[in-house]
């Protein structure tokens, strides 16, 4: 299990004030757009916060900085509820070297600046209702296609045109694909409808080899045995031909011959996994290396690890508080002896 993390994210308003003594008003309680652009005060909002009354996470850090407020230890936090989240569910996800999900976490952050979730989306929309939208959505999708390494012959999604700058100073502008709204949707599942697609062509297809009479079959010799061991990893009875393509989907695989690597097939190894990718930032596992073996980590000690994080990260935010975001970053790291690289917005 790898958990990466974009530095860049979305933070959304309600159209009028929180307060507790007005629970029937759904402006006061909810961010979202749809919601809130029925607001009688959208209007207004969205003069003074912005279009679709969104900003993103550096505006809020901006903000921050504006009025004095140290935000540091917030984001801290807020990557501690990711791991711990994720993690809760990973007991129950099939092993598999080949697979990745996106998730969208709504986190609610009050008046002492104390993260709440509230919940987890596996489909988080990626609609553009706003410039905001643009600024993270695409950049996001970009870079996290980067990071898992899909070849683009493998994917079903529809490039619309090509963005190069005019001196082709940026080779990589050159190949970046421009998606729209609907296909920045499509990308999400392309490789497993790629997967189907090609099952369902295999599927109609017969088996071909040069044993084509199936009426009159006899028992394989040896070397005809031995013609078949890359098709089947168990001894058949019959010639290939007699078995339904079901049978050879389902067929019992040797476990000696079967692929253990955690490699994809691009070639990435996971155990291997990348520090960051773009924006993305591997905020699970802290550590790699030689000796970490992510199967024999204990719930108890996952948890552990994410209260010794929190906790040192909280004590050297108190003890260093004229400290600058880069000093504190090397403090936690040294602290945690760790590898990764420390998650946070950009300003």
Known sequence: MTIYLYKEGLVRFGTDKFTLNDLENPFRHLTNTAINKLSPGYAEMK?????????????????????DVADWLLWQKISVLVILTVLSQAKYIPSSANCF?????????????????????????????????????KPMLHDMFDL???PLSNMSWSIHNYCCDESEENPRNCITPVLSIKSSVVLIHAADRWRKKHRKMSAKQPLKNK????????????KEKSSYKHVFLHKPDVFPEALTETQIINRPVDKKLSNTSNKWGNGRDWKNAPPHEGKWVRIWPM????????????????????????????????????????????????EMNMSREIWIPPL
Not at 123 to 135: E, K
Not at 293 to 302: C, F, L, P, V
Not at 327 to 332: E, F, I, K, S
């Open 47 to 67: 003069e003074n916060v912005g279009s679709g009354c969104k900003w993103t996470f550096s505006q809020l850090r901006r903000y921050f900085q504006q009025i």
């Open 101 to 137: 999900e996106f998730l969208g976490f709504d986190v609610l952050v009050d008046n002492r600046l104390k993260p709440w979730l509230l919940e987890v989306n596996l489909s988080p929309a990626l609609g553009n209702d706003c410039d905001v939208d643009r600024l993270v959505k």
């Open 287 to 334: 550590n790699l290396g030689a000796n970490y073996d992510a199967t024999h980590t204990s719930d108890k000690a996952i948890v552990l690890e994410m209260i010794k994080f929190h906790k040192i990260a909280r004590d050297i935010y108190k003890k260093y508080p004229t400290a600058s975001e880069c000093q504190l970053n090397d403090y936690l790291q040294v």
């Open 211 to 222: 044993f084509q009479d199936t009426k009159n079959l006899r028992a394989p010799s040896a």
């Open 148 to 150: 898992l390494g899909l």
